[in-house]
């Protein structure tokens, strides 16, 4: 596939996941378009989940999200209202599909089916539309990652200038030939393959940079308790207190480091309580690049605009990996989340600290390898435990990667490419249980009976 918009890296989204949430409401929106040219009237719709869906849907709000995709829900204007509104649908008794009462009943129209055998992926929905207990329309979705539907990857355009990008290799052979860096590398792309100019690109990247920000200000000040079987307390208001008082005797991290990893966590808190997120690449991951960003962004006092530059360089590299591996927990474990966060972030804070592309596409490599093979393995399927403190290790794992790449002139061993190659083979042969599914590691030995909630 070609290399797919930077809007399809960052997206507006709803928490706690982009794939389980965003994705899962998105393929209801395109079901409700599709049975549109049916007369609905005595019409039922039944939603199977299936595999990584039904595993952990639950706890990722899966069947809320697809229940209101049906009811046409828009994402940016209502999307921190999302518990309410489900809850409003399930209490009168019915989904409206343009003015069609569809009665619908949670226990009797949700089918959660956690076999993951013969699915052609694990993040798999399915519609059934009936009448007098006829089928008469279906449909299957998978959610890819990101937010993104499988059918999506296939309509992304092939570029009008003809140029074919393999890889971040042949980016980088075309910056050098043409003299231009990896943000105006992607004005370049998005004029020329989505018709996006400049102007309009900056905006939109602006308005992300900006719910990014506010996610940050409110994690720090939004005490209490986190939804779920869990009952987590919120950490970050308290963490930045603490980092706050103690501001002159911390020895160990400096000031910075230590601010990019509350910063993060104070993401990751409010993605797991729903509210309005953007993905970076992901939700479960949405707190690295924020916080890495802001905390450059304080230090050496940059407008936003500069901000939007390296929003650019990081979904550069969240592009090729969309385009040559994945973004999906269900497909290749957190490495494809995480990982590819941290080498989203890694990039843009190298772009900022004046590196060439040559250590910026270095240290993304850095911040990609040495999170290869990492699990996605939710406690209770929720995106709290190991997901919220795994932001703030890897928003500082950004920063090392980055400063890593900035130190180095000699030429390194591993491109960026072969890490999302490897990627990819670990996540083929690493075992279900390891990818979103709930069923081994820290979700399997910390059941939430056993952990300590004080």
């Not at 480091?257 to 990751?268: D, E, G, H």
């Not at 497909?331 to 989203?344: D, K, L, R």
């Given at each position: 596939?070609?290399?797919?918009?930077?809007?399809?890296?960052?997206?507006?989204?709803?928490?706690?996941?982009?794939?389980?949430?965003?994705?899962?409401?998105?393929?209801?929106?395109?079901?409700?378009?599709?049975i549109?040219?049916?007369?609905?009237?005595?019409?039922?719709?039944?939603?199977?989940?299936?595999?990584s869906?039904?595993?952990?849907?639950?706890?990722?709000?899966?069947?809320?999200?697809?229940?209101?995709?049906?009811?046409?829900?828009?994402?940016?204007?209502?999307?921190?209202?999302?518990?309410?509104?489900?809850?409003?649908?399930?209490?009168?008794?019915?989904?409206?599909?343009?003015?069609?009462?569809?009665?619908?009943n949670?226990?009797?129209?949700?089918?959660?089916?956690?076999?993951?055998?013969?699915?052609?992926?694990?993040?798999?929905?399915?519609?059934?539309?009936?009448?007098s207990?006829?089928?008469?329309?279906?449909?299957?979705?998978?959610?890819?990652?990101?937010?993104?539907?499988?059918?999506?990857?296939?309509?992304?355009?092939t570029?009008?200038?003809?140029?074919?990008?393999?890889?971040?290799?042949?980016?980088?052979?075309?910056?050098?030939?043409?003299?231009?860096?990896?943000?105006?590398?992607?004005?370049?792309?998005?004029?020329?393959?989505?018709?996006i100019?400049?102007?309009?690109?900056?905006?939109?990247?602006?308005?992300?940079?900006?719910?990014?920000?506010?996610?940050?200000?409110?994690?720090?000040?939004?005490?209490?308790?986190?939804p779920?079987?869990?009952?987590?307390?919120?950490r970050?208001?308290?963490m930045?207190?603490?980092?706050?008082?103690?501001?002159?005797?911390?020895?160990?991290?400096?000031?910075e480091?230590?601010?990019?990893?509350?910063?993060?966590?104070?993401?990751?808190e409010?993605n797991?309580?729903?509210?309005?997120?953007?993905?970076?690449?992901?939700?479960?991951?949405?707190?690295?690049?924020?916080?890495?960003?802001?905390?450059?962004?304080?230090?050496?006092?940059?407008?936003?605009?500069?901000?939007?530059?390296?929003?650019?360089?990081?979904?550069?590299?969240?592009?090729?990996?969309?385009?040559?591996?994945s973004?999906?927990?269900?497909?290749?474990?957190?490495?494809?989340?995480?990982?590819?966060?941290?080498?989203?972030?890694?990039?843009?804070?190298?772009?900022?600290?004046?590196?060439?592309i040559?250590?910026?596409?270095?240290?993304?490599?850095?911040?990609?390898?040495?999170?290869?093979?990492?699990?996605?393995?939710?406690?209770?399927?929720?995106?709290?435990?190991?997901c919220?403190?795994?932001?703030?290790?890897?928003?500082?794992?950004?920063?090392?990667?980055?400063?890593?790449?900035?130190?180095?002139?000699?030429?390194?061993?591993?491109?960026?490419?072969?890490?999302?190659?490897?990627?990819?083979?670990?996540?083929?042969?690493?075992?279900?249980?390891?990818?979103e599914?709930?069923?081994?590691?820290?979700?399997?030995?910390?059941?939430?009976?056993?952990?300590?909630?004080?």
């Open positions: 596939m070609p290399l797919p918009s930077i809007l399809d890296v960052f997206r507006i989204s709803i928490g706690p996941s982009s794939s389980h949430t965003l994705g899962a409401l998105r393929s209801g929106l395109l079901f409700r378009e599709k549109l040219k049916h007369n609905l009237e005595n019409c039922r719709i039944t939603i199977e989940l299936c595999g869906f039904a595993l952990t849907g639950k706890g990722h709000l899966t069947d809320k999200a697809v229940v209101c995709g049906l009811n046409g829900m828009d994402v940016e204007k209502v999307g921190e209202r999302f518990l309410e509104i489900y809850e409003n649908i399930v209490k009168r008794g019915y989904i409206d599909i343009n003015g069609y009462k569809i009665p619908f949670p226990e009797k129209d949700i089918v959660w089916n956690k076999n993951l055998d013969g699915l052609t992926h694990p993040n798999t929905v399915r519609y059934k539309l009936t009448k207990g006829n089928v008469i329309d279906k449909e299957e979705y998978h959610s890819v990652g990101g937010g993104m539907l499988d059918r999506e990857k296939v309509k992304i355009k570029d009008n200038s003809g140029e074919t990008f393999k890889g971040l290799c042949d980016i980088m052979d075309f910056c050098k030939k043409s003299n231009i860096d990896f943000a105006k590398f992607v004005d370049y792309l998005m004029e020329n393959r989505y018709s100019t400049r102007e309009r690109l900056n905006g939109e990247l602006l308005k992300r940079w900006m719910i990014m920000k506010r996610r940050i200000d409110e994690g720090l000040k939004r005490e209490g308790v986190l779920g079987v869990l009952k987590l307390k919120r970050a208001p308290q930045f207190k603490e980092y706050l008082e103690n501001l002159r005797s911390f020895r160990m991290l400096s000031e480091v230590t601010l990019t990893s509350i910063y993060a966590i104070a993401v990751a409010e797991a309580s729903g509210a309005l997120i953007v993905t970076a690449p992901t939700c479960g991951s949405s707190g690295v690049l924020p916080a890495v960003l802001c905390s450059i962004q304080e230090r050496y006092h940059l407008q936003d605009l500069k901000i939007v530059e390296a929003l650019k360089v990081a979904g550069l590299i969240g592009m090729v990996v969309i385009k040559n591996g973004i999906a927990g269900a497909e290749v474990g957190c490495q494809g989340e995480i990982g590819v966060a941290c080498s989203m972030a890694a990039a843009s804070a190298c772009y900022l600290m004046g590196g060439n040559g250590q910026i596409e270095f240290a993304a490599e850095i911040g990609l390898e040495h999170h290869l093979g990492l699990t996605c393995d939710p406690v209770a399927g929720l995106v709290q435990i190991p919220i403190e795994r932001n703030g290790a890897a928003a500082v794992s950004a920063l090392n990667a980055s400063n890593l790449a900035l130190l180095s002139r000699a030429k390194h061993q591993v491109s960026f490419d072969k890490a999302v190659e490897t990627m990819m083979e670990i996540g083929k042969d690493m075992s279900v249980k390891y990818k599914t709930s069923l081994g590691g820290l979700a399997k030995i910390l059941k939430s009976r056993d952990i300590c909630l004080t």
